[in-house]
């Protein structure tokens, strides 16, 4: 135990310090990923509403897919797809040998798509719970489209969506793990990389899952003030 | 642009691990969901002892990623070869496979328990009343009546976690199984063609989960068979 406390600890030799900036970058990373997913959701949403069959089978083909196929594969796509196209830019500009992208903007995005998939049946799902007679109210005032939207349709989705937000968020938030594999340095490649050097495995992925553990009851736990406890919450009949 | 003979080499190279992403998820499903009722089925004890620990399993399964699981289970616990050999376990653990089965499967069980247990939850107490008041036993009450409606309820989640469990064996390529994901990685990394690879190895995935789905809602609608023609004056005495 006295060993771990020292492998884990913030002095020399220990890892605490790495290990927290490693968190932190996987909170940023989740944020991120999420936030940009929240836009991709929301036009993927808004194109599943929307009458146009074009746009309505786009957004439906960008649900399926990204919730049908494994998260890796499209970690992959996006880092050795980017990389390949990247490196011929460069070439087709005069330069020569292999560019990278770079892994957190790849994570971020990568973690977007994903997300943004999974988001876009949230908001899809609380746009149909607001009741129509919400929408002809607000066109019999004469508000006009962005109005509506604005005022009187987003302030509802929002309430409804926010139990389905809160999913995708601990979804996320296990997901930006994979980022690992592109070699990004967040909290499951820094486990690796200390339980490597180490040869200690066992401490460090414990450490990892606690932290990770910690993450998401903490936000959990602020999704679940935002819901209950917010003045602007959905009074149940 | 769009090549269609190097579809064509891929696409029996990518199928080539296609049984064991089948083996993976078919093992830890059905052994997932054996634990997963049998969780759900503890957890209706009103000991503090039964409930607290299995709440405490549930958490940390389904607070974690799933890639951690998997490291602790493979590298975590090869840590402690001599005492897994001494108990004869070492034999399990040194596989790749089997760390995979063990990891996957306890994920599955903790999502698949809460599941259960808040379709248990949702059976009408009155029903649970009249099972009883007609003389059944406890265990006839669960299996006649609580767990046939439970399961029903449970149904369009459970396919969820199925789905969510096909796409979690792609992380067992990550500690060297070679299934589709794995196959999918090696041949991007040889042939740098990403986009190819993630349309064939993608389309797998898709068609198995469209199967997947079109199979649970198969079964859905057989177990609903007593909502569909319902006589108007049963439908009144049952709500």
């Known amino acids: 135990m006295v060993d771990a406390f020292r492998l884990l600890g913030f002095q020399h030799g220990g890892w605490g310090a790495a290990l927290l900036m490693a968190a932190s970058v996987t909170v940023l990373l989740s944020v991120l990923g999420f936030a940009l997913g929240a836009v991709f959701g929301g036009l993927a949403a808004a194109g599943r509403l929307r009458n146009s069959k074009v746009l309505r089978f786009l957004a439906l083909g960008y649900c399926t897919v990204f919730r049908g196929v494994p998260d890796l594969l499209t970690i992959y796509l996006l880092y050795y797809g980017g990389s390949v196209a990247l490196t011929s830019l460069g070439h087709s500009l005069g330069g020569s040998g292999f560019v990278g992208v770079p892994a957190f903007a790849t994570g971020t995005l990568a973690i977007a798509i994903i997300s943004g998939a999974y988001q876009a049946e949230v908001y899809r799902g609380a746009y149909l719970a607001i009741d129509q007679g919400q929408h002809d109210a607000a066109c019999a005032l004469g508000l006009n489209r962005l109005q509506r939207l604005r005022q009187v349709i987003f302030p509802q989705l929002l309430r409804y969506a926010l139990p389905g937000l809160g999913n995708v968020w601990q979804l996320v938030l296990k997901d930006s793990s994979l980022i690992s594999v592109i070699g990004l340095v967040e909290l499951m490649r820094q486990a690796q990389i200390a339980a490597g050097s180490t040869r200690e495995p066992f401490i460090f992925y414990i450490a990892a899952a606690l932290l990770y553990l910690a993450i998401a009851s903490v936000t959990g736990h602020a999704f679940y003030r935002l819901e209950r406890k917010a003045p602007w919450r959905v009074r149940s009949a | ?239």
């Open chain 2, 1 to 239: 642009m769009i090549d269609f003979s190097f579809f064509l080499e891929i696409l029996p190279k990518l199928l080539a691990g296609l049984p064991l992403t089948m083996e993976l998820a078919l093992t830890s499903i059905v052994a997932g969901f054996v634990l997963a009722v049998t969780l759900a089925l503890a957890q209706q004890s009103e000991s503090p002892f039964v409930v607290l620990p299995i709440r405490g399993f549930v958490a940390v399964f389904r607070g974690t990623p799933l890639l951690v699981q998997i490291f602790l289970t493979y590298y975590g616990l090869g840590q402690f070869r001599h005492q897994l050999s001494a108990i004869g376990l070492w034999a399990v653990f040194r596989e790749p496979y089997w760390c995979a089965i063990i990891a996957l499967t306890l994920n599955t069980t903790a999502y698949g328990s809460e599941i259960l247990r808040g379709a248990i939850q949702s059976v009408p107490r009155g029903l649970v009343e009249a099972a009883r008041s007609v003389g059944l036993s406890t265990y006839l009450t669960y299996r006649h009546v609580i767990l046939p409606l439970a399961f029903r309820q449970a149904l369009p989640s459970y396919g969820n976690e199925i789905i969510l469990m096909i796409k979690g064996t792609s992380l067992a390529s990550i500690v060297t199984l070679m299934e589709v994901t794995g196959i999918a990685q090696g041949l991007i990394a040889q042939t740098y063609r990403a986009f190819e690879v993630f349309i064939c190895a993608g389309a797998i995935y898709l068609t198995l989960n469209f199967a997947i789905i079109r199979a649970l809602a198969a079964l859905e609608y057989w177990m609903s068979r007593h909502l569909r023609h319902r006589p108007s004056t049963m439908s009144d005495a049952a709500s």
